[in-house]
C-alpha cells in the first residue's frame, strides 16, 4: 500500500467527496514519475475498450448481461473524477454490447457515455446522432465500433494535449478495470486458457498504470485510487512471467534472408491466485460504479 508519510494528500475522504478534482500537475512537489511522452506510450499500450471483448468472443463465450455496469447508475456520479472513471468502465462495456451486436442495448449506453463525456467536455469528440443512428441496425457493427473506438481515442489525445491527463489517466483506468472484471467473470464458469494467461499478463499492466497514476497521488481520490488498484496488484505476487527462448526461425524477405525470433512468454498463475485476482478486481469495480 501505499505510505502516509510525506506523500499523504490533502484530504482523505476519498470518492465520498462531494467536490469536484481539478489536478493541476504544477502543484505536485515531486517531478512527475513519469513524462507526458512517456504515459503517451504507457496509455497506448494498457488497454482499448473493445480488446478483451474481442478476446472474450473469439474464446467462444456468450454475451451476458449480468457482467456490464448499469448504464442509468450514471446519476449516482456526482463528482468529475467519478465520471471519468465510469466513462471508461461504460467505454468498456459498449464495446462488448459491439462485439456481440447488441443493439438492442447499445443506444442506453451511448446515451449515458454522450451524457459523462459532456459532462467532462469532451462532448465534442462523440458524434452521438451518427452511433445513434448506427446502433439502429445491426448491419452497422463494423461503422459503429470503429467510431466508437475512434471517439475514445479522440477524447484521450485531446485531454494529453490540452494539461488534463489526469483525466485521461482515469477514463483508461475504467477501460482496464472493466476490461479485466468481464475476463474474471467469464472464466468463473467457464476456464478458458488463453483468457486464464491475458488476465495473467496485466501483473505488467498493473505497474505501468500505477505509474502513471501515481504522477496525481498528491489529490486525495487518485491516492485513494492507488491504494485500490495496488490491492489488486498484490493479488498478483505470486504470479510468474518468463520467457523461453525458441530457435529462431530463417525465412526469405525479398531475397534477404532474416532470423525471426521464436521466443514464447509462459504465464504461471495458480486457480487460488485467479480466485484472489477475481475477488480484488470485483470488489475494486463495485466500489467504482456504486
Avoid: H
Amino acid at each position: 500500500m501505499v505510505s502516509c508519510n510525506s506523500d499523504t494528500p490533502k484530504e482523505t475522504d476519498g470518492f465520498s467527496a462531494g467536490d469536484d478534482f481539478d489536478v493541476d500537475t504544477s502543484e505536485v512537489e515531486e517531478p512527475l514519475i513519469v513524462s507526458e511522452e512517456a504515459m503517451e506510450g504507457i496509455i497506448s499500450n494498457i488497454s482499448s475498450p473493445v480488446e478483451m471483448s474481442a478476446l472474450i468472443k473469439k474464446s467462444g463465450f456468450q454475451f451476458n448481461y449480468k457482467y456490464l455496469s448499469p448504464a442509468d447508475n450514471i446519476d449516482n456520479y456526482n463528482t468529475s473524477f467519478k465520471k471519468a472513471l465510469n466513462l471508461g468502465i461504460l467505454g468498456a462495456d459498449l464495446g462488448y454490447l459491439n462485439m456481440y451486436n447488441e443493439t438492442s442495448s447499445v443506444l442506453s449506453y451511448i446515451t449515458s457515455i454522450k451524457t459523462l463525456s459532456d459532462d467532462l467536455k469532451i462532448g465534442q469528440f462523440f458524434d452521438f446522432n451518427t452511433l445513434k443512428q448506427l446502433a439502429s441496425n445491426s448491419d452497422n457493427l463494423d461503422s459503429l465500433m470503429y467510431i466508437s473506438v475512434s471517439s475514445f481515442d479522440q477524447m484521450d489525445v485531446y485531454l494529453r494535449e490540452n494539461n488534463r491527463s489526469d483525466v485521461s489517466a482515469l477514463i483508461v483506468t475504467g477501460v482496464w478495470l472493466e476490461g479485466i472484471f468481464l475476463a474474471t467473470q467469464v472464466i468463473k464458469e467457464n476456464p478458458n486458457k488463453e483468457i486464464r494467461e491475458r488476465i495473467g499478463e496485466q501483473r505488467i499492466i498493473l505497474d505501468q498504470l500505477l505509474l502513471v497514476l501515481k504522477n496525481y497521488k498528491k489529490d486525495k481520490k487518485f491516492f485513494n485510487l492507488i491504494e485500490k488498484i495496488e490491492y489488486i496488484q498484490k493479488q498478483y505476487e505470486n504470479v510468474k512471467i518468463s520467457t523461453e527462448i525458441g530457435e529462431p526461425e530463417a525465412v526469405e524477405v525479398n531475397g534477404i534472408l532474416q532470423f525471426i525470433p521464436n521466443d514464447k512468454t509462459v504465464i504461471e498463475i495458480s486457480d487460488e491466485d485467479l480466485s484472489k485476482i477475481t475477488k480484488a478486481v470485483e470488489e475494486v469495480r463495485e466500489f467504482v460504479i456504486k
